[in-house]
């Protein structure tokens, strides 16, 4: 999502959606900028493209409250996408049917997906709320991960590896995430990166130009699908508890 710029961005949905995933399941990080913008105002540009495609869009919000984000945030203010909540907005865009029961259930070709944060404790919170709406839990599937069992994510040790750059026809585009339903911890780096060691400690510098590397720490591992250092566990253990005596 990231490489098709934030100004690109409903033009990468089109893509995904038309060309390279036209039937069937897809799922779409939406939160990589403005959530709401995608799930509220793109949701609705695109939907003659949603409806004709055979098989569902499952947007993923993957950032901020997971309760508020679906269910509406009450203390957003009234009638804004926020205060609606996720499944709201695209029942008002798409419409569904409803059960007998009285629930309501999105049109076939749209749906959620929330992969980020979900413990036993929330995910009952949101089915909580959504039947507090009248709106059927079966709108919405919940990833099922670290949080829900061990709750030793990435995050325990700040480890994630993520891409910042990329060159299309030679011309470089940063890559970056910085969602609006996020509290800045999700906030990436962007563009070409330098680790600097000063005083010591190592330090991050980003959106850098490659004639900045000459004082870079960081070294070759992977390049043009060869592996350079091929370090061993036990070698990495070993630097670590060096460093750290």
Same mark, same amino acid.
């Given at each position: 999502?990231?490489?098709? %710029? ?16 036209? =039937?069937?399941?897809? *799922?779409?990080?939406? +939160? ?10 793109? =949701?609705?540009?695109? !939907?003659?493209?949603?409806? =004709? ?9 993957? *950032? ?13 203010? =009234?009638? $804004? ?17 409803? %059960?007998? !029961? ?14 980020? $944060? ?14 507090? !709406? ?11 991960? $670290? ?5 030793? %994510?990435? +995050? ?21 995430? +910085?969602? !609006? ?6 906030? *990436? ?27 870079? *720490? ?28």
């Amino acid at each position: 999502m990231c490489m098709g %710029t934030c100004e690109g961005e409903i033009e990468t949905f089109r893509r995904l959606i038309t060309r390279l995933y036209p =039937a069937g399941i897809v *799922s779409i990080v939406s +939160d990589t900028w403005d959530f709401w913008q995608v799930n509220n105002g793109f =949701a609705a540009e695109l !939907k003659p493209e949603i409806l =004709a495609r055979e098989g569902k869009l499952v947007f993923r919000p993957d *950032s901020g409250d997971p309760v508020r984000i679906i269910c509406g945030d009450p203390d957003a203010p =009234a009638d $804004s996408p926020a205060f609606k909540g996720a499944v709201e907005c695209l029942w008002g865009i798409f419409g569904g049917t409803t %059960t007998e !029961k009285g629930f309501r259930v999105l049109d076939g070709h749209v749906g959620l997906i929330y992969g980020d $944060s979900i413990t036993l404790a929330r995910a009952e919170a949101i089915l909580a709320g959504l039947e507090a !709406k009248g709106i059927a839990s079966n709108n919405v599937v919940f990833g099922v991960g $670290s949080y829900t069992y061990q709750y030793a %994510t990435r +995050d325990t040790f700040g480890f994630a590896v993520k891409s910042t750059y990329g060159e299309i026809n030679g011309g470089g585009r940063e890559i970056y995430k +910085d969602p !609006k339903t996020d509290d800045g911890v999700k906030k *990436s780096a962007r563009g070409l990166l330098k680790v600097m060691n000063v005083d010591g400690v190592y330090c991050l510098a980003d959106r850098q130009e490659l004639i900045d590397a000459d004082d870079c *720490s960081m070294q070759k591992v992977f390049c043009d699908g060869k592996l350079l250092i091929d370090d061993s566990i036990a070698a990495v253990r070993a630097r670590l508890t060096n460093k750290a005596a």
